[in-house]
């Protein structure tokens, strides 16, 4: 009973996690639309004194658009339509089809010829007012974000006309990334003049342009070069070392896919002392309950995922509780038997996947707030899908942690696995438990599957291409010990990555088999083994 | 009081005598029927006899995994890799037979390499020239992988499931490193193309023919060494391993070494059946290592009943015989049916068609005897 | 021409099947008993994640003797047979066969061949094999691979079989699958095993665990008339076995011996006694 009750509590969680994650924010408040066309009107006037004015006007207003309707206008690339006085942003002016954008909100509007358009025309004098102005006018927004953006465009852009006024906004500055970024910008400009102690404000600065700049300097001769020269080592140890955390982000991401495959896994071989050769396949149902439920959804491939959680978990869990009952339990006792009859079991679920389907690999949609990545500096940035599923697998292995360790279900479990007939003579339905923890290590694939497809194609061959893998894990951290598996996982994943720089991908995935198979005849056992004479 | 224990001689035995024989028969019929002349009802065509070539190359694998896991215990899911490494060593042979005749015409070179733009035959591929060395490597190449990963892996004691995953990682390995150019095995399109073996056509008629009758002799050979093996002292050991490896360690056998001689011998013959294989069929590439055709040919075994060696031959041409029709009729069905197949084998069939046989004679003896009691 | 023939007949020569090559001939010394016992184990401890399972043990035993092995559950009985046989190796301290064999830097084949046969507590018999299969499997001689391929019965190894099949009576089953005998039988089997390696020293871990009293009878029987022949250790739980065979008995207690005497002067120490508490006091009495 209790065990029913802690399994309700699973799906429960496991539900809330994907609606959590499918409420994206979308809210964000659109400009006072009144005040912009204001703003616009007053640009396209005669008197190009008025338009001085209304440009300073704009400048100091707070409008969100304001940066990129300077630069339009700079270039000439703010108009007006003849056909119904619709202020739009020419975003390329080559060719003779142009495409255009509302300027206020932002719409994409098509294309336009030349004729159907006026420009909003400017003087050389307007001109170069607006040179600083475009420039710096994001400088002064409340939204540090936009701050930051702006001041990354000014690096490499700083000249005369908006170097002073880049130094009073960097005096006023609060923001620390912003200060850095308005720093380098105004220290390249200040090398280019021929400053030696601008050097001194670029260093450590990641931005490939500072590099640029230092790199003719430091071929030269003389002190300054070798003040560039120093500048420049320290950044490329910072760079390495950057770099090397990305590595170990996609070692542990890569880990993080290894550990989802193999906990189930761990379960089915580890604790139960089963071996299911068709727990690739489990997983290649998850991530095809993933694709059939956006295909059911579409437009809507957050909910769709969030829903495919749960639902990922309970087909692979009705397939495995299927194979239980209807193979392996007549096996009990022939692990060589049963290695190969799972595996037949893996070829039919692969072919009716590929007859139900097809044979072609398919792609599930990642949403909006899975794609892009979390720039922590500009030579690192975590892509946000591969850390959805470190995190993901995190939860999941934790949540496992608890069933395994504190509920009734666990007792049972490893009542069971370890005396059948005594466990059973205490009143321990052993058959109840067997389905039960079977259903619980299919279903983790079903969820592996579900992870896989946010970041792989969905194919009829991709549970293959994990079940050596998954294997590999489990024996390697140790048989029946998740955590051991968990630090496999991680360890293969943060080594596979590190070796595939200098060796590739394919040799990578080689040598880790390789030494894997060579570790395994040292300890047989595993990393971390158990001991005794419970062990024989 | 003992005399019936191990008194026939290897020829006197009656599963021996009948596998021989059923050989002998098969291998002269097809080649005489092949000799008649086209459009004769009892014409067998050339393609035909390859096919069958084909399917006794499958069946002395076969018998070699019987060795190893019906006798000893062991399940290899990675004997496709001997095989395949027996067909690669003959298949290096064949290629330096071409000569100047490849598409780019180098003298010295295979056409993948100069494809590659690569200027030096690689030092492994010297010697590959000579039949006699290649065929030393036919044997030497999976002896010597199934000597260093059969010591390491019985000297550790890993045995059981754990020997079967790490022998599938094994053959798995080995597909991705043969898929890879650099390897210097021509990637994914393996080798091909080949034109001359010993200095005959390999695609002419005769040639065929003998390497029907080369296939079937090495079948009977390698089936005569298991069973000189399985009938011996040493046989018996097997089984003795297989039931009870602590006991036969206690009884002061080194049970390592056993495990080692006849892994590396099963290998062998493996290494054997591969370099017939290719010349057949005609091309080896890496798919020959996937563990998929691995796990395949243990199906084979299992079907035809384990621990038989003759069961293991039925097994591999029955399979194969049924992979053929399906996969000519209706191939999307093959891997419903051969699933099915590795299902039904282990839950309803475990001593395969063999267990039926001999239950079949089984019941006819003790319904003769009980004639015999009445009379 | 000569010459090829004199190089054929050196080839022949090395690959004579009979040929011994001296470097592949076993350094093995006969087991030295005249200094002292046969098997001497000295302050040997050994433990599992934390658990002593042997807490400095000593033991001797002296050639051709008869011991019994008694203690309650988790004594240590079937971890000190592992050491012995070098199937566990304890932490610390020493284990001799004889003045010359250390047996802990020997594998199981080598203490096997040694001389010391063991029983194990299930009896374990190669089912798939017929009773003189097991036997001739046991018998002592060349176990090496190509040795063992090459072997033939001959009349002296039949005797032998014969012999042992008598002792053991089992020789109306030799026939038979050994899985097919019954659970003493297969017991007797295996004890059968252990003789045709002609062993020093035979370990017995429970012989008569759920045997009939007849067939006790005849266990003791057998095992009374094979110590002389060689030493054979019983370990066992049934006390009235203990005492129809028993000459000399050893009590373990947490890893350690607590005492060790005839059955009477062990069964009255109150040391014993307290450690029996908990079990049925007949059976001590």
Redesign the interface.
């Known amino acids: 009973m209790i065990s029913r009750q802690l399994i309700h509590t699973f799906f429960s969680v496991l539900l809330l996690l994907g609606m959590a994650l499918s409420l994206a924010a979308h809210a964000e408040d659109s400009a006072d639309a009144s005040q912009a066309k204001q703003l616009l009107e007053a640009l396209d006037v005669r008197s190009y004194d008025a338009k001085g004015e209304a440009i300073k006007q704009l400048a100091q207003s707070d409008l969100p658009q304001k940066g990129e309707w300077l630069e339009a206008l700079r270039d000439g690339r703010l108009q007006r339509q003849k056909d119904g006085g619709r202020f739009v942003i020419v975003e390329s002016d080559q060719g003779r089809e142009w495409p255009i954008k509302d300027a206020i909100s932002g719409e994409e509007l098509g294309t336009a010829t030349r004729r159907d358009l006026d420009k909003v025309r400017i003087n050389n004098q307007l001109r170069s007012q607006l040179q600083g102005l475009a420039a710096t006018a994001d400088l002064d927004s409340p939204d540090t974000g936009r701050r930051e953006a702006a001041a990354k465009r000014l690096i490499g852009e700083v000249d005369e006309t908006t170097a002073d006024s880049v130094a009073v906004r960097l005096e006023q500055e609060t923001d620390g990334d912003v200060k850095a970024r308005l720093r380098t910008a105004l220290g390249l400009y200040r090398l280019e003049q021929g400053e030696a102690d601008a050097i001194d404000t670029l260093r450590g600065s990641l931005d490939p342009a500072v590099r640029n700049a230092l790199r003719p300097i430091a071929a030269g001769d003389g002190p300054l070069a070798d003040e560039a020269r120093t500048a420049l080592n320290g950044i490329e140890q910072k760079l390495k070392f950057n770099r090397w955390l990305q590595t170990l982000y996609f070692g542990i991401s890569m880990g993080s896919v290894l550990v989802l495959a193999a906990i189930g896994l761990a379960i089915t071989f580890g604790v139960m002392g089963v071996?299911n050769m068709a727990h690739g396949e489990l997983i290649m149902l998850g991530a095809y309950t993933t694709f059939v439920i956006q295909q059911l959804l579409p437009g809507q491939p957050g909910l769709a995922l969030g829903l495919s959680i749960p639902a990922g978990f309970l087909v692979a869990a009705a397939f495995g509780i299927a194979i239980e009952r209807g193979?392996i339990r007549?096996?009990k006792g022939?692990?060589?038997?049963?290695?190969?009859?799972t595996?037949?079991?893996?070829?039919?679920l692969?072919?009716?996947v590929?007859?139900v389907f097809s044979p072609l690999n398919r792609s599930v949609v990642t949403p909006d707030w899975l794609q892009g990545s979390l720039v922590i500096n500009d030579a690192l940035a975590l892509t946000l899908n591969r850390l959805a599923v470190i995190v993901f697998c995190l939860i999941v292995f934790t949540a496992l942690m608890i069933i395994m360790r504190r509920t009734r279900l666990g007792l049972e479990v490893r009542a069971v696995t370890q005396n059948r007939t005594m466990a059973r003579a205490m009143g321990v339905k052993a058959a109840r438990v067997d389905i039960l923890t079977f259903g619980l290590g299919s279903g983790i694939a079903g969820l592996a599957g579900v992870a896989l497809s946010q970041l792989t194609n969905v194919g009829p061959n991709m549970g293959?291409s994990y079940i050596?893998d998954s294997?590999?894990v489990v024996?390697f951290g140790g048989v029946g010990n998740l955590w051991g598996t968990l630090v496999a996982g991680m360890s293969l994943g943060i080594v596979n990555q590190v070796i595939e720089p200098w060796a590739g991908a394919?040799?990578a995935?080689?040598l880790v088999?390789?030494f894997?198979?060579?570790f395994?005849?040292?300890?047989?056992r595993g990393l971390f083994p158990q001991?005794?004479?419970a062990a024989e | 009081m003992m005399q019936d224990v191990q008194t026939t001689s290897l020829f006197k035995e009656r599963s021996t005598l009948l596998v021989l024989g059923a050989l002998l028969v098969v291998t002269v019929a097809v080649t005489l029927a092949n000799l008649l002349p086209q459009g004769h009802p009892l014409y067998v065509s050339t393609f035909t006899v390859s096919l069958l070539g084909k399917y006794l190359c499958y069946a002395l694998l076969a018998v070699a995994l019987d060795l190893v896991w019906g006798y000893l215990g062991i399940l290899s899911l990675g004997h496709g890799a001997f095989f395949a490494l027996g067909g690669y060593a003959m298949g290096m042979y064949l290629m330096r037979q071409i000569g100047a005749r490849g598409v780019y015409g180098n003298p010295e070179l295979p056409d993948f390499m100069v494809f590659l733009n690569w200027h030096e035959l690689p030092w492994y591929w010297h010697g590959f020239s000579s039949f006699p060395f290649a065929m030393a490597m036919v044997l030497l190449v999976p002896g010597a992988l199934a000597f260093v990963f059969g010591w390491l892996a019985f000297r550790s004691r890993v045995s059981g499931v754990y020997f079967s995953i790490i022998t599938q990682a094994l053959t798995y390995a080995l597909m991705l490193a043969f898929y890879r150019n650099e390897m210097g095995f021509g990637g994914n399109n393996g080798l091909t193309d080949f034109k001359e073996i010993l200095g005959a056509d390999v695609w002419a008629e005769d040639t065929r023919r003998t390497m029907f009758i080369a296939s079937s002799v090495a079948l009977a050979a390698g089936y005569l060494i298991c069973r000189a093996i399985t009938r011996s002292r040493l046989g018996r050991l097997c089984v003795a391993v297989r039931d009870s490896e602590a006991r036969t360690r206690f009884i002061g056998y080194r049970v390592e070494h056993v495990k080692l001689a006849v892994f590396v011998v099963s290998a062998m013959l493996a290494g054997v059946a591969g370099a017939l294989y290719v010349p057949q069929v005609g091309i080896i590439n890496p798919d020959q290592f996937s563990p998929l055709f691995s796990i395949e040919l243990v199906v084979w075994v299992a079907l035809g009943g384990r621990a038989t060696l003759y069961g293991a031959i039925i097994g591999a041409l029955v399979v194969n015989y049924l992979k053929t029709v399906f996969t000519g009729v209706m191939p999307e069905a093959w891997l419903f049916a051969l699933g099915g197949l590795f299902v039904l084998v282990t839950v309803a069939l475990p001593k395969g068609i063999a267990g039926l046989l001999r239950f079949r004679q089984g019941q006819a003896r003790t319904a003769a005897s009980r004639q015999e009691a009445k009379a | 021409m000569n010459k090829v023939n004199a190089t054929l007949k050196r080839v022949r020569e090395l690959a004579r099947p009979d040929r011994v090559f001296d470097f592949m001939v076993p350094q093995e010394s006969p087991v030295d008993t005249r200094h002292g016992p046969i098997l001497y184990l000295e302050d040997v401890s050994v433990s599992f994640d934390g658990f002593k399972a042997i807490n400095n043990l000593n033991l001797t035993i002296d050639d051709g003797e008869l011991r019994c092995i008694i203690g309650p559950n988790g004594a240590g009985k079937t971890t000190m047979m592992d050491i012995i046989t070098g199937k566990t190796r304890p932490d610390s301290g020493q284990a001799w066969f004889g003045s010359r064999h250390n047996l802990l830097s020997l594998s199981e084949p080598e203490i096997a061949r040694l001389g010391i046969g063991r029983k194990f507590q299930k009896p374990t018999v190669f089912e798939a094999l017929s009773v003189f299969e097991n036997l001739e499997l046991a018998m002592a001689g060349d176990k090496r691979v190509w040795a063992t391929f090459t072997a033939r019965l001959n009349s002296e190894s039949r005797g032998r079989i014969d012999e042992v099949l008598d002792t053991i009576g089992l020789a109306q089953e030799y026939r038979r699958p050994a899985g097919v005998l019954s659970h003493g039988q297969k017991q007797w089997l295996e004890i059968g095993m252990l003789l045709m390696q002609r062993p020093r020293l035979l370990l017995v871990d429970e012989p008569v665990a759920g045997m009939t009293e007849q067939e006790m009878q005849r266990t003791a029987e057998l095992l009374t008339r094979l110590a002389g022949q060689q030493s054979v250790v019983v370990v066992e739980h049934d006390m009235g076995f203990v005492r129809s065979i028993a000459r000399t008995v050893t009590v373990l207690h947490q890893g350690s011996v607590l005492a060790e005497g005839s059955m009477d002067e062990v069964s009255n120490d109150p040391k014993v006694v307290e450690v029996y508490l908990g079990a049925p006091q007949e059976e001590m009495a």
Do not use: N
């Open positions: 071996i193979v007549f096996l022939r692990p060589l038997e049963t290695l190969l009859a595996f037949g079991i893996s070829l039919i692969q072919q009716l590929r007859s293959q050596i294997f590999m024996v394919v040799l995935k080689i088999l390789a894997i198979i060579l395994i005849q040292k300890r047989p001991k005794g004479r």
